[in-house]
Nanobody, 114 residues
């Protein structure tokens, strides 16, 4: 499956953005669909994940501020980001896992100014 992430941009601290990850295939068949982020000079970290059974996990740093959701009819996963902080600045990637296959989108840059 191919993934296309979009929705990144420049926003002031306290603002909101919604990222979208459009899949070329049926996301309801994926075991897990997730958002990761990678800040300059740092490793890529999990932000939020949603399983096939709708179990959801968030990184502690985004709990209460970010919400992951999906629209199976549109084969799209969203990441609603509220109360953004400068430390949320990163390239955000979507990932979809099915069995042993792990697919990555191209990333979308989120920059939060103070």
């Amino acid at each position: 499956v191919q993934l296309q992430a979009s929705g990144g941009g420049l926003v002031q601290a306290g603002g909101s953005l919604r990222l979208s990850c459009a899949a070329s295939g049926d996301i309801s068949s994926m075991n897990v669909v997730a958002w990761y982020r990678q800040a300059p000079g740092k490793q890529r970290d999990l932000v939020a994940a949603i399983g096939y059974n709708n179990n959801i996990n968030y990184a502690d740093s985004v709990k209460g501020r970010f919400t992951i959701s999906r629209d199976n009819a549109k084969n799209t996963v969203y990441l609603q980001m509220n109360s953004l902080k400068p430390e949320d600045t990163a390239v955000y990637y979507c990932n979809a896992v099915k069995g042993f296959d792990s697919n990555w989108g191209q990333g979308t840059l989120v920059t939060v100014s103070s």
